[in-house]
């Protein structure tokens, strides 16, 4: 049915041999740019690795067009590579697969142990760069009812890679303004480390409050940015996620969006 013989699937072979040349020429072309970048010499250093790339991006193209059957297979592959990868992504993001934080010192590892201690914490996600603490802990306060009393502790995730499977995020607790900040980098989903920080109260002390804002994104989009990027729709999956690693409701973190 598939025709599998050599004679039959040669111009298929040959066109992805050209496409994988062809990539090959460009990424040598855009490296060459890249390092001789500001020098007199980058034109002429240049102009050999364009024209392999011109020719195998040609010759790519001729052979596609005259025999299709190669682009059917690729297109095939590709169509199954994204559909298998984002359902088990979908699957898998209702896993915690958290493995334990790292320290960046041990100020930092003696705090989080103090922390963790507090007979009530109000956790804080905060976005760097998108408003000031100071803006953020004023409008937390005034929303919630907090006195000056309640100690706010602000929590700054970044992404690191999205793909990897299970996650050991970097932590750094600093102060700023007067201000505690767990500052968590190499994560694999916003969402993700901020359940298991919130679950690891519960071991110690009572769960903590995670209060979010509410975002202007709409629900498609969000769930769209977590799958390839690793944020979006943060607070349903840090719900949903804190549901499903802790079986009793009486030790489940309060999510708490306004």
Not at 57 to 66: K, R, S, V, Y
Not at 81 to 96: D, G
Not at 175 to 183: A, F, L, S, T, V
Request: proline share 5%; charged share 20%.
């Amino acid at each position: 049915m598939f025709r599998a013989s050599v004679s039959a699937q040669q111009e298929a072979y040959a066109a992805s041999v050209l496409v994988l040349l062809t990539a090959a020429s460009v990424a040598a072309y855009l490296d060459v740019r890249k390092r001789w970048a500001g020098s007199t010499w980058q034109v002429p250093a240049l102009i050999p690795f364009a024209v392999i790339a011109i020719f195998f991006l040609l010759m790519a193209l001729l052979t596609t067009l005259e025999n299709h059957s190669g682009l059917a297979i690729a297109l095939a592959f590709i169509g199954t590579v994204i559909t298998t990868a984002f359902t088990s992504r979908w699957m898998r993001s209702k896993e915690l697969r958290f493995d334990g934080f790292v320290f960046a010192d041990d100020s930092t590892r003696q705090r989080w142990e103090e922390i963790r201690q507090l007979e009530f914490q109000v956790l804080v996600p905060h976005r760097s760069g998108k408003e000031t603490l100071a803006t953020k802990e004023d409008e937390v306060r005034k929303l919630h009812r907090l006195g000056s009393d309640v100690p706010i502790i602000f929590i700054e995730a970044e992404v690191g890679d999205p793909s990897d499977f299970l996650q050991q995020p970097l932590m750094k607790i600093l102060r700023e303004d007067g201000r505690e900040i767990i500052r968590v980098t190499l994560c694999t989903s916003i969402a993700h480390v901020l359940a298991a920080i919130a679950l690891e109260f519960r071991h110690v002390g009572q769960p903590p409050e995670l209060i979010f804002g509410w975002s202007e994104e709409s629900p498609f989009v969000a769930n769209l940015d977590f799958l390839l990027m690793g944020r979006g729709n943060v607070p349903w999956l840090v719900h949903d996620l804190i549901r499903r690693a802790e079986p009793d409701p009486k030790r489940w973190p309060r999510v708490i969006i306004g």
